[in-house]
């Protein structure tokens, strides 16, 4: 059985991002008590202050930043069997820890966990959009049990896109080969990971109730990649993986539709 011992928060900080101070609350204020770390590969005055201030001590990585890189950095920091990369800029309701501990005792050989998500527009909270509906129906049979090891239908989810949320996920660290994320990648790297990792023998445990949300602005990575082409370009590389190239380059057209939604106007 796993305790709340067994877990750990780990909030990649990367700047001075103003909403740094609402994820480290929200992962300080679980209704069970998480390990909370911080790792940076921007150390600076704001971040220490605020690890201070929440008492979570402040791993600072060497070397020049990247996405990948920082998310590897993060999870070898971790002391405990269980990890959930915290992403600066999203919040964790206090339930998140206490039912990823509920869902992982309740399976054999758990892989990861992960939860539904809202969103964070400006001030609004978003829990129910078009997009946010359509990614739950693609992960409904998985709020069976019954459903969370077998191979065939996770991989049948993730032919058609990811609808799992990276930062709503916790691993079993025990379980998983590291490095887990291929730093070559720069915005599908969760979904190439959900991938490799649904080849596994174990379970993808799923919690279909809204456990976190991640927040939507102008300054976050995902919009930026997505100016760029970079996702298009790497989702178009994952649909390859499960479909004649032909076929994934019609399936991509459709699926990145989804990016409008992923992106804020600045």
């Not at 069970?32 to 001590?57: G, K, Q, R």
């Not at 191979?151 to 025990?174: A, K, Q």
């Amino acid at each position: 059985m796993y305790e709340p011992s067994d877990h750990t928060f780990v909030v990649c900080a990367y700047g001075e991002s103003p909403y740094l101070r609402y994820c480290l609350d929200s992962v300080c204020n679980q209704n069970i008590c998480s390990h909370v770390i911080v790792s940076t590969s921007t150390p600076n005055s704001y971040i220490a202050e605020l690890c201070d201030e929440f008492s979570v001590e402040c791993f600072e990585n060497a070397g020049a930043p990247g996405i990948g890189k920082d998310w590897n950095r993060a999870l070898s920091h971790v002391e405990t069997p269980l990890a959930t990369i915290a992403h600066q800029d999203d919040v964790y309701l206090p339930e998140y820890a206490e039912s990823l501990l509920d869902c992982f005792n309740r399976s054999k050989v758990p892989l990861i966990y992960f939860c539904a998500y809202g969103e964070i527009r400006g001030n609004e909270i978003i829990d129910y959009s078009p997009l946010l509906n359509i990614k739950r129906f693609m992960l409904s049979p998985l709020k069976n049990p019954k459903h969370w090891k077998s191979v065939g239908l996770r991989r049948l989810i993730l032919s058609f896109g990811s609808p799992i949320s990276c930062p709503s996920v916790s691993y079993n660290l025990e379980r998983m080969h590291l490095p887990l994320f291929n730093e070559e990648m720069k915005c599908s790297l969760d979904w190439d990971a959900w991938e490799r990792i649904s080849m596994l023998r174990g379970d993808f445990v799923y919690d279909s109730t809204v456990r976190m949300r991640h927040r939507i602005h102008p300054g976050s990575e995902t919009s930026h990649l997505i100016e760029d082409s970079t996702r298009t370009n790497e989702d178009y590389e994952m649909m390859c993986r499960f479909w004649p190239r032909a076929l994934a380059g019609c399936m991509n057209r459709l699926y990145s539709l989804s990016q409008k939604s992923n992106s804020i106007s600045k």
